[in-house]
Structures are given as C-alpha cells and as structure tokens.
C-alpha cells in the first residue's frame, strides 16, 4: 500500500467527496498524533508542533508553507514562541478529503 507521503492532493471541486468513516480507519494511522477538531461546525485535523525557540518555529512555518504552494492546499497555521499548530481541512467542500491526511502526514515528515 502506498503511503500518504507518496501522494499528491488532487484537485477538488465542490461536489467533491467528503472521507468515509472506513476511510477515516485506513488513513489515521498514519497520522496517529492528528487530532479531529471542528470549528463553525467543519471537521479538521490539527495538530501543535514543538519547537525551542520562535526561529525554528518560524522555519517550520515557512517549510509547510512552501509544501502547501507546492500541492496546491493550504492549511491554518498559527506560529508562537516554540510551538506551530497546523490545521488542515479542505475549505472547498468544508470537511476532510483525502488530502488533509496526504498534507498531515507530509507535515509530520516536515517535522521528523
């Protein structure tokens, strides 16, 4: 089975289907430190990185920013003194596609 790190997002449209709760299992282990959140009633995965100071902190932001632009999906991303929270979810179709799981776990990859 290929990894989600050996994906790339696909484009999506507004009728775009929304994971499955099987989905949900096959994926979720690959990204085992995600949480599931909602917000204004959209599911999201997020997650807070650790860092030791604002510039490494500030480094990782820039680094999941340069993956987003490559992939074409953009997360939430809050950057604080030693710690980055990123939060995807696709906005389109206001829920968790396939890709918020593909861009978490090269996030973590980002971070190992």
Known sequence: METLT?????????DAPRVTHEEIKELKPQIPDWEFIERDSIKRLEYTFSFS???EALA???KVGELAESEGHHPAILTEW????????????KGLH???FIMAAKTDQLYS
């Open 60 to 62: 990782f932001t820039n």
């Open 82 to 93: 030693g710690k980055v929270t990123v939060t995807w979810w696709t906005h389109k179709i």
């Open 98 to 100: 396939r890709n918020d």
């Open 6 to 14: 050996q994906e790339k997002c696909v484009a999506c449209r507004h």
């Open 53 to 55: 100071n604002f510039v």
